[in-house]
């Protein structure tokens, strides 16, 4: 289901064309089968109760270049099904029309030149799309109010259907237009972008549509002060049948830019034939159900990322996900423009899943995807996250895989849906023993656990739970070390005691692990067991202990047992130049217990290190040694 978004939004913005011959394209006029005889209507009007039925061909593609990709991106589509527009009624000046799809023979999507799905993946999209319905509310003279929708409709079907509205719209003469004039100005919003059009009427009453130029190009960022001068080649014919409803339109037109930075191509043709036209026989959809599409920005956008977008497009986000695929490096402040580009515009987290899913995508950039979805982090990025790892691609590979669920863990506010999925994915693999898995999941769900805490709390104690009990049923150190890593995330107060009980593990590693995850509970048992764990005689943990304790509120009792420890040389050290950080990064001062602690460490560390050199700059600058009593001796 997730290609159709490429319809929507990729296709969409590429001006939802496709190549023509090195010619431009001619404006043929409908066959004569087709061609309705009729008066010069001069509005349009839909006759309610009548349900008309036509046979749509969509195709196209495009190619643009985006600044800093390495190669032009291309999207290719064709689709052909068939129409019904269902005119129920005007009120307010608009007429409301139904649009819906269905027979959708043909639907072909390709993305740089490779199919974006097979054939049973075609088949979902089709059914996906099959019979979903838009509101169409327009008046007379072909102005549209905002599309509505069913609130159940996907976003990502929505699109499609806004694009197919989109290429529909016919301009007709405005109330001031003198009847003896046959041709008139008017400006479009197309799937290309915002285009400049003339009309001119014929003898018959068929309508020639001119593309005159675009002011705006969906596909090519541009400054406020920046004039675009495509090259538009071709137009439309229209025909409406005696009552002003539409008969066939034949549209075909060539955009092309020559530019060093931004050039690009595109072809289009959209063709609508009336096969019927006949009363409804039944009332129709109810018009309460329908919703107004929400502006852009998006539910989940915030205040800020208008600001931050800096030229983000649809093509720039492919583009740069498609460099990433192939070695390139992000460009700066990619992440963080990209993020706020989904917020702003949720249907992008779609395209992101069509991407994944598709056969060429590699790992690396299914990886990059699914940290981009975590930072957007909005329901429709969250949304996207979830048909992500239910799909076959994620699980093609188990190693990816795990890195895919993991990603879960970087959602700021994650949804309950999203917790329920994850845990689900956590339960199932426990139950069909694939530690793997469930390994991967447990690591974030411990994380969504403390985000839920507040507004899901029963789901977070159910979740918090199932992992204290899975920990102490387990009999692999591998799950003791997820589950450890669960509870660390979660960071529960009340867990101190049982992580503590692992740093006495008779395997490095799970102690290891164990101090990590005391790092964020802030405690005086947390303490007291990482400041044991500092003796350690492995490396690893004596290291990942005295780290976990920059996290700590270290007591003075605790700065004069760690000055005890290393002066003594109990310490590992290995460690020691963690402990010097310590003294430097810790959230509590350690007053006149830093000069000793410093001057031990000197004292074994080769003259001329770094460290060696670091510890003679600090102890310069720390508290002085302490003043006595005792009398001055004299020579």
């Known amino acids: 289901m997730a290609a159709l978004v490429v319809l929507g939004l990729l296709a969409g913005s590429y001006g939802f064309a496709r190549h023509a011959a090195d010619a431009a394209p001619s404006l043929t006029r409908p066959d004569a089968a087709n061609a309705i005889a009729l008066p010069a209507a ?80 075609r088949a979902v999209e089709k059914r996906a799309l099959m019979g979903q319905e838009v509101l169409l509310q327009v008046d007379r003279h072909g102005t549209f109010a905002p599309l509505a929708f069913d609130p159940k409709t996907p976003a990502r079907v929505r699109q499609v259907l806004a694009r197919i509205i989109e290429a529909t719209r016919v301009s007709m003469p405005p109330p001031s237009h003198a009847p003896e004039d046959a041709s008139w100005d008017a400006e479009e919003t197309t799937p290309t972008g915002l285009g400049r059009v003339r009309y001119q009427r014929l003898h018959d009453g068929a ?12 596909a090519i960022p ?90 983000m497009t649809p093509d720039r986000l492919l583009a740069t996900v ?47 995807i699914m940290d981009l979805l975590a930072a957007t982090g909005d329901h429709a990025a969250q949304v996207a996250m979830g048909e992500i790892v239910r799909s076959k691609a994620a699980r093609a590979d188990a190693e990816s895989y795990a890195h895919y669920l993991q990603r879960f863990m970087l959602l700021a506010a994650p949804e309950r849906a999203s917790a329920e999925l994850l845990f689900s994915i956590y339960t ?93 509970i802030d405690a005086e048992a947390s303490r007291a067991a990482l400041l044991a764990l500092t003796q350690d005689p492995n490396r690893n943990v004596a290291t990942t202990a005295v780290r ?25 050290k290995e ?11 810790a959230e509590s001062d350690p007053g006149e217990e830093a000069r000793p602690i410093l001057q031990a460490i000197q004292a074994r560390t080769r003259p001329g290190s770094d460290l060696h050199d670091r510890t003679q700059l600090l102890l310069a600058d720390a508290a002085p040694e302490p003043v006595t009593d005792a009398p001055l001796e004299t020579p």
Not at 436 to 454: E, H, I, S, T
Not at 459 to 465: D, G, M, P
Not at 490 to 515: C, E, K, L, Y
């Open 42 to 121: 001069r509005e349009l009007r839909w006759v309610p109760g009548n349900a008309y039925v036509y046979d749509l061909r969509w195709s196209g593609s495009s190619r643009v270049k985006i600044p800093g990709a390495q190669e032009r991106v291309s999207v290719s589509v064709k689709l052909e099904a068939t129409l019904m527009a269902r005119a129920m009624g005007e009120h307010d000046g608009l007429q409301d029309v139904v649009v819906s799809l269905s027979d959708i023979r043909t639907y072909d999507v390709q993305m740089q030149a490779k199919p974006m799905f097979d054939d049973a993946a």
């Open 207 to 218: 309508l020639v549509r001119k593309r005159l130029g675009y002011a705006s190009i969906t």
């Open 222 to 311: 541009q400054s406020s002060d920046e004039e675009l001068s495509p090259l538009v080649e071709g137009g439309g014919v229209i025909t409406l049948d005696g009552s002003g409803a539409i008969a066939t339109i034949d549209d075909r037109e060539t955009v092309t830019i020559e530019s060093d930075t931004n050039p690009y191509r595109a072809s289009s043709s959209f063709g609508l034939t009336r096969l019927s036209v006949a009363p409804a026989g039944d009332k129709g959809p109810d018009l309460t159900r329908f919703v107004r599409e929400r502006v852009i920005p998006g539910a989940g956008a915030k205040p800020s990322d208008e600001s931050v977008l800096q030229g």
């Open 322 to 368: 498609v460099d990433y695929d192939r070695g390139a490096s992000l460009p700066r402040g990619f992440m963080v423009n990209a993020s706020a580009y989904g917020r702003l515009h949720p249907e992008s987290s779609q395209a992101m899943v069509t991407v994944f899913v598709g056969p060429t995508t590699r790992s690396r950039s299914r990886t990059l």
């Open 428 to 520: 199932e693999s426990r139950a069909t023993r694939d530690p793997f898995v469930a390994d991967a999941a447990a690591v974030p769900l411990g994380a969504m656990a403390r985000k839920l805490r507040a507004g899901e709390p029963e789901l977070s104690a159910r979740i918090h739970q199932r992992i204290l009990d899975d920990l102490g049923k387990a009999t692999s150190d591998d799950d003791r070390i997820a589950l450890l890593k669960s509870l660390g995330n979660g960071a529960f107060p009340g867990d101190v005691s049982v992580i503590v009980a692992h740093t006495r593990s008779g395997a490095s590693h799970v102690r290891d692990q164990a101090a990590f995850s005391l790092r964020s």
């Open 548 to 572: 976990a304790l920059r996290r700590q509120s270290l007591s003075p009792e605790d700065w004069t047992f760690l000055r005890t420890l290393v002066v003594l040389g109990k310490t590992n």
């Open 575 to 585: 460690s020691d130049a963690d402990v010097v950080a310590l003294l430097v990064d």
